[in-house]
């Protein structure tokens, strides 16, 4: 029973790695268990808008540590009391990947990823789907007596690999002690937005050109066009629709989603309320029921003249190491934060080679 902060032990983001979890996540799961007491963490709390309070914010709040605010402490109020470093691994990983997925209409790594599988070892093979069999199962007669369409999936021939994602913020102890809370967020935010935006290139690059297994993006006929047109937009839709695919993102570089949010349905006077609210308050329509995302400088679609659909759902599966932690908690909280090493291991394998399309212009 965890009935004082003192009894938070660094093994706990040992037993969360374990698991394949969080220390957040880890957290929940002990006070749902009631093993963490009740004066620490109530699992009903919530705030003055309603919402609920996790386990990881009672015990800051437990602690006394305030990190955002008017009134937000500096480092020292983790460093003062060896009670209170063990919150620390778990303050900055949650501020990593907080700031992972902040960045509004730009292609995030949730928009191409279904699902994340921690495997142990470097390498991994997906189980694919044989190309080209979706008409083969299409629901028709069957005559009596004969095989049913069968749908393969095999393993993929080649595996892909893990490669290491972060940077180290080095912070003196003083200067650790000394630095507001929400500046040592800002620090941590910059590292996440910029190993975010590495992440997303690379599922992209998968997405766009395959894991290796001669899996890239099918492409729809180019347009004779040197613009985007409804046009284009529905013809790429239809041939996703014919092979099962139900697109809920549209991406492109700056030039084409920039021409595509431009068509006359969205800025023309006689434009729907919808578009009527994009230029008023700048906020992104849907187009056919998918949401245009920007692909960022130095992907793999800059410079293309592409757009792609994607079937999030149907997406790319994010490999990553078990045991491969954000942050070395053990080191960090025994070197009193002068190293802040935040990392993981991560790969992309692409299992379903009709979840992207392509489609070009001239």
Partial sequence: MINKLSKLEAGLYKDAARDGISLSQKLEELARKGEISGDLVNPDACNSRGERVDAFKQLLAAAGIRVKGEFAQTGDAFLADPANRVLFPEFVNRTYRDA?????????????????????????????ITANQEKDLEFGRVSQGAELPVYTVALADNAINL????????????????????????YITKIARAQGRRKVKQALAAAVNGDGNSNAAPASAATSGTVWTLADLISLQTDGMNVGAQFNILTGD?????????????????????????????????????????????????????????????????????????????????????????????????????????????
Avoid at 163 to 186: C, D, F, H, N, W
């Fill in 163 to 186: 490669y290491k994602y972060g940077g180290i913020l080095k912070v003196s102890y003083e200067a650790a002690r000394r630095m507001p809370l929400p500046q040592m967020t800002r």
């Fill in 100 to 128: 992972e997925t902040d960045q509004a209409n730009a292609l995030q790594i949730s928009d191409l990823v279904a699902t994340r599988i921690g495997i142990d070892g470097s390498a991994y093979r997906t189980g694919v």
């Fill in 254 to 362: 700056t030039t084409e989603i920039s021409q595509i949010l431009a068509l006359d349905v969205f800025t023309s006077p006689a434009a729907t309320s919808r578009g009527a609210t994009f230029r008023d308050t700048g906020e992104w329509p849907t187009i056919l029921g998918m949401r245009p995302r920007v692909a960022l400088i130095g992907s793999v679609l800059e410079g293309s003249k592409k757009i792609m659909g994607v079937e999030t759902a149907a997406g790319l599966e994010e490999v990553y190491e078990n045991g491969s932690e954000l942050t070395e908690s053990d080191r960090l909280i025994d070197t009193q934060f002068e190293r802040v090493a935040i990392s993981e291991n991560l790969g992309y394998a692409k299992p379903d080679i009709q979840a992207f399309r392509t489609k070009a212009h001239a």
